[in-house]
């Protein structure tokens, strides 16, 4: 049986998970509101803040009988757009998407984004750097100033397989701090990448890196796929807050 401290300290965190919750969830309609007012072409990002924007999208698909193809950023979210019944298309036959609407792991003060703590980082900036608009929505954690204020799990980095560990050598000569092979769980295998790769995650210990020329050295290293830092790519922010306002940035 529970003690009164014990329900009393479960019932807090089930408050705190339903407002982290709720956060994202306005945040996602907000967005989805004002980014489709017409039939478009809409990249659909990854995570569990997604599954909030595709849900209000797939209403007002229905209700406004709006004609919307959508354009997947990883497995998970071709599988929402399909429980959807939503439009399902591809940058083979749609090259240029009008608006991506995805999630991200830390947004810093000059809108550089960690992104990939799902792993799916390397579709959803391949679908990024082909809309005209790039839009993140969040809840209020993921708002900071600087990158690794909020984050602590590091940069996500997918690598080809093969090049793992002369990949954490090199990035750690480089910089500095730790650079871990992701496993689902500690001891097992590695996690594979919707591409068949593996994700390192460089936890950095120098928050005042130049962001941009950091992803263009790590991206120069040979076996290196893509990094989770999205430079100058993301228009406009939308963080949920717990008490139900949407912060824009
Ligand atoms: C997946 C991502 C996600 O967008 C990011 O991890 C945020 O996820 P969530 O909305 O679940 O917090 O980059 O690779």
Redesign the pocket.
């Known amino acids: 049986k529970h003690s009164g401290a014990v329900r009393k300290y479960s019932q807090c965190s089930r408050n705190a998970k339903m407002s982290l919750e709720e956060a ?1 969830q306005f945040a996602a309609h907000r967005a989805v509101d004002e980014y489709v007012k017409k039939d478009c072409i809409f990249g659909v ?6 599954v909030y924007a595709v849900q209000r999208l797939a209403e007002r698909v229905e209700t406004e009988k709006l004609k919307v193809t959508c354009i997947p950023t990883s497995f998970q979210a071709k599988q929402l757009i399909i429980k959807h019944k939503l439009t399902l298309g591809e940058l083979e036959t749609h090259p240029v998407i009008d608006v991506t609407i ?4 830390e947004v810093d003060a000059d809108m550089t984004l960690i ?7 390397l579709q ?1 900036k391949i679908v990024a750097s082909c809309s005209k608009k790039l839009i993140v929505i ?1 809840d209020y954690t993921k708002d900071s100033v600087k990158l690794g204020d909020r984050y602590k799990k590091g940069i996500p980095i997918e690598v080809v397989p093969m090049a793992y560990v002369p990949i954490q050598n090199k990035i750690q000569a480089l910089y500095g701090g730790e650079v871990k092979l992701r496993k689902a769980v500690a001891k097992a295998g590695p996690v594979v990448t919707d591409n068949g790769n593996f994700i390192l995650d460089w936890i950095f210990t120098n928050q005042d890196l130049r962001w941009d020329k950091v992803n263009s050295i790590i991206k120069m290293i040979p076996g290196v796929v893509e990094t ?1 830092l999205f430079v100058n790519m993301c228009e406009k922010a939308y963080f949920g807050q717990p008490e139900g306002s949407v912060i824009e940035r």
């Open positions: 994202k990002g990854s995570g569990s803040t997604v995805d999630g991200a792991d992104k990939g703590g799902g792993g799916c980082l959803e969040a989770g």
